[in-house]
């Protein structure tokens, strides 16, 4: 059981907008930074999003980044095939002292 | 270019001990703690802990104290992930990665080790 909760699965046709969903708590989303990754199988994961709504040097502004309390999202537009992968959250726990990801999401592009 | 380099593939028995290493280049070692995330065949990611490099002082996720230690050689930048006494649970892929700009983002991955613990 992940501290943050994601949909297992998410899926929009391309070229449609998809949105994936991270729900924490105070003492995680609601106080720390929300980062999101990317990962395809067989590799490692990526940083796709960090500071709740900041995009690392390379990664195209078709990714967004929000948060509103004790949750976050992931939005991508204009979906292509190529972004068909897993998709976590992850903040800092101030309670736990830890790291938390979410369980992951996994983006079918039909 | 920054890196983080981790050591190959390992398949080990249960009651092994098993060291797998994480090399830093391009970067200023000791400036950032080394995080271990661990993902089991087909699931998610799992926070293991943290070491900082200049001291190997770690901490450790909710619920993995005990079962394996972290620490540092900076000679060589490299982190370390290892286990006295390897159980079939604990075959999974391990990375390793840098924390960015908050102690909840990490901004630089290891290409992942996988360990297979079976008899």
């Known amino acids: 059981q992940s501290v943050l909760t994601q949909p297992p699965s998410v899926s929009a046709a391309p070229g449609q907008e998809v949105t994936i969903s991270c729900s924490g708590s105070d003492s995680n989303i609601g106080t720390n930074y929300v980062s999101w990754y990317q990962q395809f199988p067989g590799t490692a994961p990526k940083l796709l999003i960090y500071?709740?709504?900041q995009r690392p040097s390379g990664i195209p502004d078709r990714f967004s980044g929000s948060k509103s309390g004790p949750s976050a999202t992931l939005g991508i537009t204009g979906l292509q095939t190529g972004d068909e992968a897993d998709y976590y959250c992850a903040t800092w726990d101030s309670i736990l002292s830890s790291v938390v990801f979410g369980g992951g999401s996994r983006l079918t592009v039909l | 270019e920054e890196q983080l380099m981790q050591s190959g593939a390992e398949v080990k028995k249960p009651g092994e001990s098993l060291r797998i290493s994480c090399q830093a280049s391009g970067y200023t070692f000791k400036s950032f703690w080394i995080y271990w995330v661990r993902q089991r065949p087909g699931k998610g990611l799992e926070w293991l802990g943290r070491v900082d490099p200049s001291t190997s002082y770690s901490t450790y996720g909710p619920s993995f104290q005990g079962h394996f230690s972290m620490s540092t050689d900076m000679s060589i930048s490299t982190a370390y992930l290892q286990w006295s006494s390897l159980e079939a649970s604990d075959t999974a892929i391990y990375y390793c990665a840098r924390p960015g700009t908050s102690d909840g983002c990490l901004d630089l991955w290891g290409q992942g080790t996988q360990v297979i613990v079976s008899s």
């Open positions: 500071d709740n709504n």
